[in-house]
């Protein structure tokens, strides 16, 4: 399936069938969603994927109704940190040396810009960034999900403090972006049948 099919084939799942996900696929996901592009490489932001049903069950009242929280496979939020300054960056730059097993001073100059520009945001607008790199994690989930025939239906109507709070993501600095509900779409489901709705290339594409 090339990546035209996969995107064709993936649409936001309405009903799941009760067929769980193998976890190696599941795995397999994550992995490539890890591997997401995020401003400067910081990554600010965490996976937390969520197979147990009593969890679900817990967070089911604060999903505007959406019972595709508890019927799906395993559910994934996304979370952004809270709290962003130096010691991101500082993470960041510890990984980078050992990965490609540099010292500080050749990336000491990138690790002075990349402070600076954190500095340079308020509080609100680091906060913002965050949530913005999770989703762009969010857009690879997606698509990598599609690629591998795992279906997915992306969600932001739940009510986020209370997910914060549930999952104690407060306390571990960070807060609900969105979440993923993954699985097998039903059988029944008519929405898989239905045809996509985008606007045309000639609406959405300037080119020049
Ligand atoms: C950030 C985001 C939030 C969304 N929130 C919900 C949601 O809460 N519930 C839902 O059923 N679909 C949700 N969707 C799915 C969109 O409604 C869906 O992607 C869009 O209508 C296009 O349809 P398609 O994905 O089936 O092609 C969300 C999609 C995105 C990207």
Known sequence: MNIHEALEWRY?????????LDNQDVEALIEATRKSASSYGLQPYQLIVIQSESVRRILLPHSFGQRKV???SHLVVLAAQTDIGDHTVDRYTDRYMKVRGVPYEDIAGYARHMKEALAAKTD???REWAHQQAYIALGTLLTAAAAMRIDSCPMTGFDRKAYDE??????MRLEASAIVALGHRSPADEHARLPKVRFEDR???IRM
């Not at 799942?13 to 769980?20: I, L, T």
């Not at 549930?166 to 306390?171: E, I, K």
């Open 12 to 20: 936001a799942v309405r009903e799941f069938s009760p067929e769980k």
């Open 70 to 72: 508890l019927d799906c």
């Open 124 to 126: 609100p607008e680091r």
């Open 166 to 171: 549930v999952l104690g993501l407060t306390g």
């Open 203 to 205: 609406e959405m594409v």
